[in-house]
């Protein structure tokens, strides 16, 4: 894999965990993650009106990719709501890398080497024991968190795909998260009600300015799908886990023990196996 691309990915993967703590601290998670969404929409809108529009057959996978991606938030929002950062976290995007490394192997025909593949599953398995308590995984939010790590799978896996069909992957990246960032708030309405949705409360600049993150974040991972193996880089992306971990400790009062700091070496080491 290019240099650049591990670089990139990697600043993702920091962009990716800011986000994630923003949302988790956030007190009405559902609202903080809509106002994100309507971020992405209108930076999405406003870049797309300076792009010629992605090719034709990738269209059917940026709608799929958009849909799945409220079906993510809603779960992440969920996860949240009974687990916590250091926890629900790395469930949800560990278990992601090898699901999208499979994937990508039915649907998209790749292949990946036999080193970069313990790469990723010491990524893998490392972000997964961040999870456990001695030797239990007692996540309240384990369904929830294994549900979020399948939809980032399957979007990831469309995403691949639709950007290598679409010959502009920004244009393809802006057009789905402008459809995403439209579908999240009629979702939000449907089960709310439009007035608190556009109600001005604390947080608001807060989730708005974590969702241009977000949007920042993930188009950089979609440009390294273009020219990389999915499941490489989704490993990559995951070690926003050790990002996590720090901000965690740092902003949300969650604990640093000696198992995360091991967890983080044996991540470092399948990301180096990667690269």
């Excluded at 890398?97 to 790469?119: D, K, N, Q, R, Y």
């Excluded at 980032?152 to 995403?180: H, K, N, Q």
């Excluded at 273009?226 to 992306?237: E, I, N, T, W, Y």
Aim: contains cysteine; positive net charge.
């Amino acid at each position: 894999m290019p240099y650049h691309i591990i670089l990139l990915v990697l600043f993702a993967a920091l962009l990716h965990a800011s986000w994630n703590a923003a949302l988790r601290g956030g007190a009405d998670r559902l609202w903080s993650m809509t106002i994100m969404c309507v971020a992405v929409a209108i930076a999405s809108v406003a870049i797309a009106l300076f792009l010629e529009a992605p090719a034709q057959t990738s269209w059917f996978y940026a709608a799929l990719s958009a849909v799945l991606h409220v079906g993510y938030n809603l779960f992440l929002v969920r996860s949240y709501k009974v687990g916590d950062l250091g926890q629900t976290y790395p469930i949800s995007r560990g278990s992601s890398p090898i699901l999208i490394t499979l994937a990508a192997s039915v649907f998209a025909g790749e292949t990946v080497g036999p080193i970069a593949m313990i790469g990723i599953l010491l990524v893998s398995g490392g972000i997964i024991s961040l999870a456990f308590r001695g030797r239990k995984l007692a996540v309240p939010s384990l369904p929830y968190a294994l549900g979020t790590g399948c939809f980032i799978a399957a979007y990831s896996v469309t995403d691949g795909i639709g950007v290598r069909l679409s010959g502009a992957p920004m244009a393809y990246t802006v057009w789905m998260c402008a459809l995403w960032g439209i579908l999240m708030p009629l979702v939000y309405i449907g089960v709310r009600d439009a007035k608190s949705l556009f109600t001005f409360r604390p947080g608001f600049m807060t989730a708005f300015i974590g969702g241009l993150i977000s949007l920042l974040a993930y188009g950089i991972v979609i440009y390294a799908m273009s020219a990389a193996p999915m499941g490489a880089v989704s490993a990559l992306r995951e070690t926003s886990v050790l990002f996590a971990a720090v901000i965690g400790y740092l902003f949300l009062g969650e604990t640093l023990t000696v198992r995360k700091i091991l967890a983080c070496v044996v991540i470092a080491i399948g990301t180096i196996m990667i690269g």
